[in-house]
């Protein structure tokens, strides 16, 4: 990397992008926007979907989505001023002087070509050095970055490179021609909390070595409390808030801005009423795909699960995408049938299969699925979508049925207006306010509640959520409740399942969980939730190294040692690697490992191996 | 993760997909033959009643047929055409009394060059209208690309046919109205007289490939990385060539393959307005004197060559896409 040479200074004034309509008529989707940047520093652009951050972001170089028009007093960037330059110009400063890490690496990378070729592309198009310079550049972009086999991951296609190894290949991409400014949109959204933290530990220290001026587009406060030195809060296209970050996270003068704050840090709800009775207990239940034999599925998804929830109470899973939350919920909904183990629903024992279940027995268990935009029929109003359940497991039609449709409507705050309309009417809140509804409608013991808040902004899913205990309460149904929002989580439920490559590797109540013991994964999970200290990233010390060199392929699945072990920061040699690790319970907890609760508690890596 | 991505040999996890795909289409040309032979069984009346005409008796007739073979079971005919097939013998034409081979190689050169003709012309012209109008979506250029291939779409072909020769060779007295196409003709001569038949063929294949091509350039424009090489300042043109082709060329080989495959057996109404001396009106001919041996023939060739082509088309789809190469 070239040294700070270059940073430029940005200043915005009167900026606003309008969308033109199908009719002609033209919309604003962002008006009036001001702020000014000092070289070198970092600015985040803060707000909900919807907010136009990333319009702002895009108009910096002069882009907009859409086909929307870009009008500004001016937008300049060091000498440059963006707004009075043509589509010519624009192109050549675009992965030049200005560029751009995109949300998702994902669908940013071009799916047929060699990565490579696709992080030197900036040079070469723009002519700044030739085809063996560039990938020369890259190889030691890919080191600073931290990316394994720096010589040869750049021949690999996207496909095969891990989701953060993707986001910090395109942070390469994008730092490569030594940019003034560059423009990050959301770059650790899309990531898993554990992965989150190290790229964003790697674009913080790269960006502060490149010495460029960066502006952040984030909706995550926490998360841009650790990297920027100036925050605007947007809201519905305007500017609320613009100041130091220190001052807008410790002293907002925005009533907004206050909102976000609090609603990104959730207030522990009291604890739940529970009775004696046990509602649902899951006991020794392996799942997965593919053919079955001898109890085990060619593509094992969940192994030994077992837990008893009481009713009323509830349960969080927390894990990392692939861990098999989603799996668990389908399997107790009878989606998909478990190998081997079985679900019993008041101490009678339920079938497998959803097809092989009473409609009862059906009733009683309801999911709720993440993304409602999906699981609502959009051909259907939404008094259709509701009065379904209801004739279906109540037999109940007619008048009384639409009696009961404005019942919960008004149960979950909505009009009885609403009825008539169809889904994609409604906002993403009021979607998903529907989708619970229709599991309320069934008037379940069990709802399972699958990520269900994460496709929503955080202040919509702050209220879908009260909603949702306010609910169970009242009703005194039985939750469990999936998440990979460990703040949610932990505030939510009276009991945390915490899933590593579907193994559960720890079972705790929510005391135990906030006291000092903890499987090691869940440890690392905990900690690399950031927190809204500025200082919280550079406090946390680097994740640990895993203490044993486990190649990957040797397959944890296929063994019955630890899953985590070839992540485990504390593993001992000759234990871990040898033998299935022990399921230990105390009061209130339940561990898979083979350090004694004790050993866990201490915060630093344990030096003194355990007796097998 | 990434750690744990193998690093096949490119072609040892290809090969495999590739043979399981050649194996199913000669699987189904194997069932296409079973119902080609069961098929021209069911046309009433026989090669033998048709070359004795309407005053024959029964007995003669069964005499015939008794000769020809044609009172043994369905499976011995069927067991024994096939095999002649696989040997590359087609049999004996019943009604013109000399080999399928040879009257099937009379005509099938000249299918051939036409379908060619049309398919090279065609594919280039379907790309550039396909593509043209997907990167300018919404403009009036496609507005009118659209309207264009949409009529000729619509527009049954004899008509094409006709306009053009009423057009080129009536009014403006530029090119022959019948194709003779014959050995001693030479370039230019059989390059005019061929015009118009490419010409109405290729028509409503290119309607149709621009139109599959227009979808599958567009789709891909609407993809993230479209936008990201545009933010990385990439020029529009090498956006096209290098991002959103690699992409859209499975989809593209594949609607070029169905058009194309409709060349060899959908050229009919072409070839009898033009009096073109292809295989389609070769089989109308066999199927109205009921000549059998030929008529399966030809129903042969027209199938294997539409198979052939979705294989190529699916082969190509395979090595474009790096997660079923790599």
Known sequence: ?612 | MAAAVSRRSPLASLLPLIAKRAASAVLTLFLVSMVVFAISALLPGDAAQESLGQSATPEQIAALRHEMGLDRPGYVRYAEWLTDMLSGDPGQSYVANQPVADIISQRLPNTLMLASVTAVLSVFAALAIGISSAINRGSRLDRALNIVTLSLVAIPEFLVATLGVLVFSVKLLLLPSIALVSEDATWSETLRSMALPVFSLGCIVVAQMARMIRAAVADQLDRSYVEMARLKGVPFSCIITFHVMPNALGPIINAVALSLSYLMGGALIVETIFNFPGLASLMVNAVTSRDIPLLQSCAMIFCATYLVLMLVADVVAILANPRLRA
């Not at chain 1, 079938?351 to 051909?379: C, G, H, K, Y």
């Open chain 1, 1 to 612: 990397m070239s040294p700070a040479a270059k940073a430029a200074s940005v200043d915005v004034r009167g900026l606003s992008v309008h969308a033109v309509r199908a009719d002609g008529s033209s919309k604003a989707i962002v008006e009036d926007i001001s702020f000014s940047l000092p070289p070198g520093e970092v600015l985040a652009l803060i707000g909900e979907s919807g907010s136009g951050k990333t319009t702002i972001a895009l108009a910096m170089m002069g882009f907009s989505r859409f086909g929307g028009t870009i009008s500004a007093e001016e937008i300049r960037v060091g000498d440059m001023r963006i707004d009075q330059m043509d589509e010519h110009a624009l192109t050549g400063v675009r992965g030049h002087r200005i560029a751009y890490i995109a949300q998702s690496a994902a669908a940013a990378f071009n799916p047929s070509r060699p990565i490579m070729a696709q992080v030197i592309e900036p040079l070469l198009v723009h002519g700044q050095c030739s085809r063996k310079a560039a990938e020369a550049k890259a190889i030691t972009l890919f080191r600073a970055l931290a990316l394994p086999e720096p010589e040869t991951i750049g021949s690999r296609y996207p496909h095969q490179v891990s989701g953060g190894q993707l986001q910090r290949l395109m942070a390469a991409m994008a730092l490569i021609s030594d940019p003034e400014l560059v423009i990050l949109d959301e770059p650790t959204t899309a990531l898993d909390v554990t992965t989150q933290v190290e790229v964003l530990r790697t674009f913080k220290s790269v960006i502060a070595q490149s010495g460029a001026t960066a502006i952040y587009v984030s909706h995550d406060l926490a998360v841009v409390a650790q990297v920027a030195d100036r925050i605007v809060v947007l809201k519905d296209g305007r500017m609320c808030e613009d100041g130091r970050a220190g001052q807008i996270l410790e002293a907002p003068a925005n009533g907004y801005t206050r909102a976000l704050l609090s609603a990104a840090r959730p207030a522990a709800r009291p604890a739940s009423q529970t009775a004696a009775e046990n509602v649902l207990t899951v006991s020794g239940i392996h799942a997965g795909y593919g053919r079955v034999t001898d109890g085990v599925p060619a593509i094992p998804v969940l192994t030994n699960i077992d837990f008893t929830l009481k009713r009323g109470a509830t349960l969080g899973v927390i894990g990392e995408s692939g861990s098999g939350k989603s799996t668990l919920a389908r399997v107790i909904a009878g989606l998909l049938p478990a190998a081997r183990g079985e679900v019993r629903l008041e101490g009678e024992r339920i079938a497998p299969r959803m097809e092989d279940r009473s409609r009862e027995q059906l009733r009683r268990i309801q999911l709720v699925f993440q993304n409602a935009d999906t699981a609502l029929n959009p051909a259907q109003t939404v008094g259709q979508i509701l009065a379904r359940p209801l004739a279906f497991y109540h037999g109940i039609k007619g008048a009384q049925a639409h009696a009961r449709v404005a019942e919960l409507l008004d149960m979950i705050r909505l009009p009885a207006s609403i009825m008539d309309r169809r889904s994609n009417e409604l906002s993403g809140g009021q979607k998903q306010r529907v989708n619970l509804a229709r599991a309320f409608a069934a008037q379940p013991d069990v709802l399972l509640c699958d990520e269900v808040t994460s496709a929503l902004d955080t202040v919509v899913g702050a209220a879908i959520l009260d909603l949702i205990d306010e609910l169970r309460r009242e009703l005194g149904i039985t939750t469990v409740f999936i998440s990979h929002d460990i703040t949610t989580v932990r505030a939510f439920c009276d009991q945390m399942l915490v899933l590593y490559a579907g193994t559960p590797v720890e079972l705790s109540t929510r005391e135990t969980f906030a006291g000092a013991v903890r499987h090691p994964y869940t440890r690392l999970l905990v900690d690399s939730v950031p927190e809204m200290d500025p200082e919280w990233l550079a406090q946390r010390a680097a994740a640990e190294r895993p203490a044993l060199a486990v190649s990957p392929s040797s397959g944890p699945r296929s063994q019955p040692l630890c899953r985590f072990l070839a992540r485990c920061p504390v593993a001992v040699a000759g234990t871990c690697d040898v033998l299935p690790p022990p399921v230990q319970e105390t009061a209130g907890q339940r561990l898979m490992c083979h350090h004694t609760t004790a050993q866990l508690a201490a915060p630093a890596p344990l030096s003194e191996p355990v007796a097998p």
